[in-house]
């Protein structure tokens, strides 16, 4: 074995979004994923992402029939990993990579009365704070012992296209129109900085 004379050690950091954590959170995203692929006859799944602290998931669907996005929330909430303890479902047209994005969807397509469902009694992942413990550390009956919450932000299912349509997003007339195209050539860099803060990638050119 050799190494170099000014050998640099790379420590990996862990912690919420850090390395570690993205670690985690691609392979789960991707096993999950394949998982919810098979559930049910094979439902329509677009995409799925690990929320920052890895308790968290928003599964990316279009779901053939009313009631859909429930069962592929409950066999998110029952992967391989513990680690799932509040999964989201949303529509094609919400970018899971926008947390604004899914927020707005938390806000404007769910009715808790119907749409959000607690399970409780289940046995969660050990290094989640926020659960009650059983037991004491290093007994056998230690344990995180609480509950899972799935919210099913989805719209109505394409074969229920008048109810769909109420849900369809308005959409600017002029939607090439860049507020950089309007700047002064000095404010470019803070007109820019700011659409993509605010507005995500897609207003860039």
Not at 41 to 46: E, L, R, Y
Not at 64 to 73: C, D, F, I, P, Q
Not at 99 to 122: F, H, K, Y
């Amino acid at each position: 074995m050799t190494r170099r004379h000014d050998a640099i050690f790379k420590n990996l950091q862990n912690g919420s979004e850090m390395e570690g954590c993205v670690f985690h959170k691609i392979p789960m995203s991707a096993a999950i994923l394949r998982r919810l692929q098979t559930v049910g006859g094979g439902p329509n799944i677009h995409n799925v992402i690990s929320l920052p602290g890895i308790f968290g998931l928003v599964v990316q669907m279009t779901p053939r029939s009313y009631g859909e996005a429930k069962n592929v929330l409950l066999a998110a909430l029952s992967s391989e990993y513990q680690h799932p303890k509040l999964v989201i479902a949303v529509d094609a047209d919400v970018d899971i990579f926008n947390p604004l994005e899914i927020l707005w969807a938390l806000s404007t397509r769910v009715n808790p009365q119907e749409d959000v469902v607690v399970i409780p009694g289940t046995h969660n992942h050990a290094m989640d704070a926020s659960l009650p413990e059983l037991g004491g550390p290093g007994t056998a009956l230690w344990q995180r012992f609480g509950s899972k919450m799935l919210v099913d932000a989805t719209v109505p299912p394409p074969v229920d296209a008048a109810k769909r349509a109420m849900f369809e997003r308005i959409r600017p007339l002029n939607s090439d129109l860049r507020l950089e195209d309007f700047a002064a050539s000095e404010s470019l860099p803070l007109v820019r900085a700011m659409s993509k803060r605010f507005f995500g990638s897609k207003l860039l050119h």
